[in-house]
Structures are given as structure tokens and as C-alpha cells.
């Protein structure tokens, strides 16, 4: 008899325990959506942060470009010599009618990747974009160059188009 009670009571027992950790395991709707929201924002905040790392990216394969456009400039009798613009993502050569601009482009990128994802794409799918403009800002000629070599000999072309027509 005693053993029985004993079964009895460690069975109470172990339904107790099996329906508490039930009631716990199964989420309150405010908890289901207070989860939905923090997974999308941990999201937003990751697709943020490699949109920024593209960005820098960015800066730093037009800083290349800009100290190339410095060199050039020096070179220029001081007649002919033109203005440089540092923007955040371009670089800007200004003359007194035109200026041409210069960005840094992916042309494929995988906004949920890491940083070695990143350069893999960077090395894949990076292009300049040199584009001609007039004074209204209306694009002219509009270039793509795929290496920062081939970047600086386009816009070497642009200012000998426009320093000697």
C-alpha cells in the first residue's frame, strides 16, 4: 500500500512537471510577436551594417582614384589645372563648362554575407563609372571600367578631351 501511494505521488508529480514545462514551452502571442520583431530587426541592422561596409568599400578603392587625379592635376600647366571634389561615394573633376564624376559600383552583392563574401565580390563584380557632364549635369558620355588602372587611363582620356579638344 505504502508503495502505491509513493507511485501515485511521483506520478502527480511527474504530470505536474510535464504540464508546467508545457505552459512554459507554449509562447503568448505577445511573446511570438515581440520575437518576429526582434528577429526582423536583428535583420535590418545586418543588412544596414553591409550596406555601410560596401560604402567603405567604396571609399576606399576611389581614394586610388582621387590621389591618381592629384598626380594628374600637378602635371597640368597651371592654366589648365581643374578642381577635385571628394564626395562620400564619388569623385568629382570640375572644369569651368563640364566635370566628369566618378563612382564605385558592385554589380553583384549578397547583402546577408560576410566580410570574405564581400571581397570575393569586390573582386568579381566591382566597375567604375566615369560619366561626363555638362554644366546642367546632363550626362554626355558615360564609361565602365572594371580595375582601377583601367579607371585612371578613362579619366586621363576625359581631361585630355577637355584640357585639349
Do not use: C
Not at 561596409?53 to 598626380?71: M, Q, T
Not at 572644369?95 to 560576410?114: A, D
Request: glycine share 2%; net charge negative; no cysteine.
Amino acid at each position: 500500500m505504502y508503495i502505491n501511494i509513493l507511485v501515485g505521488i511521483v506520478f502527480i508529480a511527474l504530470v505536474v512537471w510535464i504540464i508546467r514545462d508545457f505552459v512554459h514551452r507554449r509562447k503568448s502571442p505577445a511573446r511570438i510577436m515581440e520575437d518576429e520583431l526582434n528577429q526582423r530587426r536583428e535583420r535590418q541592422e545586418q543588412v544596414a551594417a553591409n550596406l555601410e561596409r560596401l560604402r567603405d568599400i567604396g571609399v576606399k578603392k576611389l581614394e586610388s582614384v582621387r590621389k591618381a587625379l592629384e598626380e594628374m592635376n600637378a602635371a597640368l600647366p597651371e592654366s589648365q589645372r581643374f578642381t577635385i571634389e571628394n564626395n562620400r561615394d564619388s569623385v568629382a573633376v570640375i572644369f569651368e563648362k563640364t566635370y566628369v564624376e566618378i563612382t564605385h559600383q558592385l554589380t553583384q552583392f549578397s547583402l546577408s554575407g560576410n566580410e570574405q563574401d564581400f571581397s570575393d565580390d569586390v573582386a568579381m563584380h566591382q566597375r567604375f563609372v566615369i560619366e561626363s557632364k555638362n554644366a546642367q549635369g546632363d550626362v554626355v558620355r558615360s564609361r565602365d571600367a572594371e580595375t582601377e588602372e583601367e579607371a585612371i587611363r578613362l579619366i586621363a582620356k576625359e581631361i585630355a578631351s577637355v584640357v585639349e579638344p
